[in-house]
């Protein structure tokens, strides 16, 4: 799907060039044929689970009306953050029993929307969240279901920044708290405990970190259920799974990992004779990231003596601040040349921001120069959905693809949208 024509890079079957000359550069382009191949993979791996896949797309990773549009189509469930995000399902038409609200500090304006809304699930990531959360019912009477968000103390190994359930975190409740609320839920009388959620972190590439922190939570389902607990039901793990940036990175295989992981829920459940739960999973990379590419335009490309080239492109760690963030690992490819042995030339590609600002640190490329388009492969997930307006530059367009057809997904800003926000004090005037 994604190769190169008459030497001009195609990406899910079009020209990229014709991308960049109708729509300018920088530009986010995301393929929904790719969403629909990753989610159809996700799919794939709930086959022989006797239960219906949750699956709520992780909405940090890419949100915005069109992408959740999309989402609702394909049997999609959103996991939100934010007022912003849940606001933006409820302008896309998402019915809010597909939504899950997550958040370590929920403010109480959105907890409030969240109740109003009648949404699916609220993930409660503290005791003293669950107090609030069991008052606030109380008083708008309703009575929510919520996940307990569980830190079972599990290190996987990713980045330290994307690692979110080591003991020490802000995320989550331990197992032992967890068990206390289990004890005593009836001091909540207000809020309907429907199952347990962890997340372990991002960019995983193997079941085993999951099959760790399900070795202690699979444990809390069973208490709930030896309890009396009847409407305990899910169990939901998370997020995580990794996408392959570069060649050495290794690709999270559902059908081989989240089968692996369901079947020891399913053993579990039989041995123990408790029902089976539903299973959410909520992957926000896996499904977005892959379908993305970033394209730029070259502009000044420096040769220096004995050092490298720097190959500058029009874009950087405001479109794409990963690297800055997570020293990630991207791949490239100039669209209009293909690379072959006689034109190879190790680079630097480096964004215009007034900082280091390197988007890749060295890469193999067909011999840049000034006007060239460079796609950054892989920019799907946490790109657009992390821009700034650092340096006061605006945000590209979003255009989704989808068969030989094209479309704006989000508009790029413009100078008067950066202007408009801004006001000048009266005693400057
Ligand atoms: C970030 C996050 C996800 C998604 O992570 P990906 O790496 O994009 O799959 C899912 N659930 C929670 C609670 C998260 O914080």
Redesign the pocket.
């Known amino acids: 799907m994604n190769n190169f024509i008459d030497s001009v890079y195609h990406f899910s079957g079009q020209n990229t060039l014709e991308l960049a000359k109708e729509y300018g550069t920088p530009l986010y382009v995301i393929s929904q044929d790719i969403i629909e191949n990753q989610i159809s993979k996700l799919k794939e791996s709930f086959k022989d689970y006797p239960m219906e896949p949750r699956i709520?797309f992780?909405g940090?990773?890419f949100t915005n009306k069109g992408m959740v549009k999309l989402l609702d189509n394909l049997g999609i469930r959103l996991?939100t953050?934010s007022l912003g995000e849940m606001v933006t399902a409820k302008e896309a038409g998402m019915s809010f029993d597909k939504l899950i609200l997550?958040g370590s500090n929920k403010s109480f304006e959105e907890l409030e929307y969240a109740l109003n809304e009648n949404i699916n699930l609220i993930?409660v990531d503290s005791i003293e969240e669950l107090e609030l959360l069991n008052n606030l019912a109380k008083k708008l009477n309703k009575r929510p279901k919520i996940l307990i968000?569980v830190n079972p103390g599990v290190e996987a190994h990713t980045n330290d920044l994307?690692n979110?359930s080591r003991i020490d975190s802000k995320?989550g409740i331990s197992v032992n708290e967890t068990k206390d609320i289990i004890n005593s839920i009836e001091k909540y009388p207000n809020i309907e405990l429907k199952g347990f959620?962890f997340?372990i972190?991002?960019?995983?590439t193997e079941a085993t970190p999951y099959l760790q922190a399900l070795d202690k939570v699979i444990e809390l389902y069973k208490l709930a259920l030896e309890n009396g607990l009847d409407s305990v039901d899910e169990l939901d793990i998370?997020?995580?799974?990794?996408i392959q940036y570069v060649d050495t990175d290794i690709e999270f295989d559902p059908i081989k990992s989240i089968k692996q992981i369901l079947t020891i829920i399913q053993d579990y459940c039989e041995s123990n004779k408790l029902p089976i739960p539903l299973v959410s999973i909520?992957?926000?990379?896996?499904i977005v990231?892959p379908a993305g590419i970033t394209l730029y335009e070259v502009g000044t490309v420096k040769e220096l003596d004995g050092i490298r080239t720097y190959v500058s492109v029009n874009g950087g760690m405001t479109d794409n601040p990963r690297k800055a963030l997570y020293n990630a690992d991207y791949k490239a490819i100039i669209c209009n040349r293909e690379l072959n042995d006689s034109n190879k030339k190790t680079v630097r590609v480096s964004g215009r921001a007034c900082e280091t600002d390197d988007l890749i640190d060295a890469i193999e490329l067909a011999d840049p120069k000034r006007g060239d388009i460079l796609a950054v492969t892989n920019t799907g997930?946490?790109n657009y959905s992390m821009f700034s307006n650092y340096n006061r530059v605006t945000r590209p367009p979003v255009i989704l693809l989808k068969d030989n057809k094209k479309s704006i997904l989000v508009k790029g800003q413009t100078i008067s949208d950066l202007l408009k926000d801004d006001l000048i004090p009266e005693w400057l005037e």
């Open positions: 709520y992780a940090k990773a996991d953050v997550h993930v968000r994307i979110t995320f959620h997340h972190g991002s960019q995983i998370g997020g995580g799974f990794g909520e992957p926000g990379r896996y990231g997930a946490y």
